[in-house]
């Protein structure tokens, strides 16, 4: 059975930093495509960040997030700098990509963690 647990959210003012972690069991990460998404009540789920053979940012985030993966400890994170209040979100990570023309749109992917909130203060 595949798990995958987000943790690193919490609250902080704008213009700090926060690193998502998200670590997958039942699952090894290597090979394959991962993406974080975000979700605001009220709006659809957004593609922030995503890495396979190469790395993929929403343009709202390009510049400020960095996605990476390691392997060996079978975990991918989320750095996050700059935060802004419009961040505000849950994030979510998102493991095996079924194929489609996105990395960023989440119907393209199978598994997902439970969330974790992003909370940043004006």
């Known amino acids: 059975q595949v798990h995958l647990v987000e943790s690193g959210g919490g609250s902080v003012q704008a213009g700090g930093s926060l690193r998502l972690s998200c670590a997958a069991s039942?699952?090894?990460?290597?090979?394959?495509?991962l993406a974080w998404f975000r979700h605001v009540p009220g709006k659809q789920r957004e593609g922030v960040a995503a890495?396979?053979?190469?790395?993929s940012y929403s343009d709202s985030v390009k510049g400020r997030f960095t996605i990476s993966r390691d392997n060996a400890k079978n975990t991918v994170y989320l750095q996050m700098n700059s935060l802004k209040p419009e961040d505000t979100a849950t994030y979510y990570c998102?493991?095996?990509?079924?194929?489609?023309?996105?990395?960023?749109?989440?119907?393209?992917?199978?598994?997902w963690g439970q969330g974790i909130l992003v909370t940043v203060s004006s």
């Open positions: 998102a493991a095996h990509f079924l194929g489609g023309s996105s990395l960023l749109s989440p119907g393209q992917f199978e598994y």
């Open positions: 039942g699952y090894t990460i290597s090979s394959h495509c």
């Open positions: 890495t396979c053979t190469s790395t």
